[in-house]
């Protein structure tokens, strides 16, 4: 069925919310894009006649296309070498979605989408869907197909999976920028106690290089050792720049509403390290350096103002 002006314009009113979920549900800001351009080939050819509220159906189709996704991600990431991030997203990008609640931006946080891994693929449905976009539970029962009971019971294994022991702490760009200084000048000062003071205690770090970047096979945990790694890892190395393509400049940044060490190449997006502060400290570094993982941030890189590099020590 041919699509018109108008529905093209229904549909292009929708995408930006669309990818938000998508990208809650995929991880990967590349697949969120696929899934929303699957979904209006499906509004291309559906009878839109009978459709009574677009949003609903377009959000359902989206759903159902993300599902199928998640299935077979699961199997592909069994395969995957190393350890699997989510892909970032620079603040500003439409792709983050809503941020006026403390949910919605909890859940779009790296360390929220690392730990929605663990979460079935229905129960990652129902959490986004309630916490990040206010769909009642009537509304995605009638997304999945369940009763809406059943959506609850869902909805409370997904919210025992993910409760947080620690509060997160919400970052401006000023306060992101200070807490990247600090956190480099201890890395590049060569002394572990520097690191451990703003580590929690069970600190974890993570690496994704996707089998393209040397990183670690296996998440990293505990204040010391994370210390260590991360000492050694910013210990400054010809052989560590030639791998990335050179030399790196390193910036501050917000990914994810989190503070992130960007380390940038040319005009191209090497790594972004994403820094998960809580009230008691960093509990988690994650470090994205999978290339495939970094078009998109190097896109919005390319088009953001990002001040002067912190330091030319490394």
Not at 6 to 32: K, P, T
Not at 43 to 71: G, P
Not at 89 to 108: H, N
């Amino acid at each position: 069925m041919l699509v018109g002006a108008h529905e093209v314009q229904v549909f292009e009113a929708a995408r930006v919310r669309l990818e938000a979920i998508a990208y809650r549900l995929l991880g990967s800001a590349n697949d969120a894009e696929d899934a929303v351009q699957d979904t209006f080939l499906r509004w291309q050819s559906a009878d839109r006649a009978l459709i009574e509220t677009h949003e609903a159906w377009l959000t359902k189709v989206l759903t159902n296309i993300c599902l199928n996704r998640l299935t077979s991600a699961r199997a592909r990431r069994e395969t995957y070498v190393g350890q699997w991030l989510p892909e970032p997203v620079f603040a500003g990008d439409g792709m983050l979605g809503p941020s006026d609640t403390v949910e919605q931006r909890e859940s779009v946080s790296i360390a929220m989408l690392t730990l929605m891994e663990r979460l079935s693929a229905k129960e990652r449905v129902v959490y986004v869907l309630r916490e990040a976009f206010g769909y009642s539970h009537g509304e995605i029962a009638e997304v999945l197909d369940l009763t809406e009971s059943n959506c609850q019971q869902v909805y409370r294994r997904a919210k025992q999976h993910l409760t947080a022991d620690r509060p997160r702490v919400e970052v401006d760009a000023t306060a992101a920028r200070r807490i990247v200084e600090e956190f480099l000048a201890a890395a590049l000062s060569g002394k572990t106690e520097s690191l451990v003071r703003m580590l929690t205690d069970d600190a974890i770090s993570a690496g994704d290089g996707g089998g393209v970047v040397l990183s670690a096979p296996r998440p990293i945990i505990g204040a010391l050792r994370v210390a260590r790694f991360l000492r050694t890892l910013f210990k400054p190395s010809e052989a560590k720049w030639e791998m990335i393509g050179g030399r790196p400049d390193l910036f501050a940044a917000v990914a994810n509403g989190a503070p992130a060490l960007v380390m940038v190449v040319g005009d191209r997006v090497a790594g972004v390290f994403s820094l998960d502060v809580t009230t008691d400290g960093i509990a988690a570094v994650h470090a994205q350096a999978n290339p495939g993982k970094l078009e998109r941030a190097t896109s919005q890189w390319s088009v953001s103002e990002h001040g002067e590099p912190l330091t030319g020590d490394w």
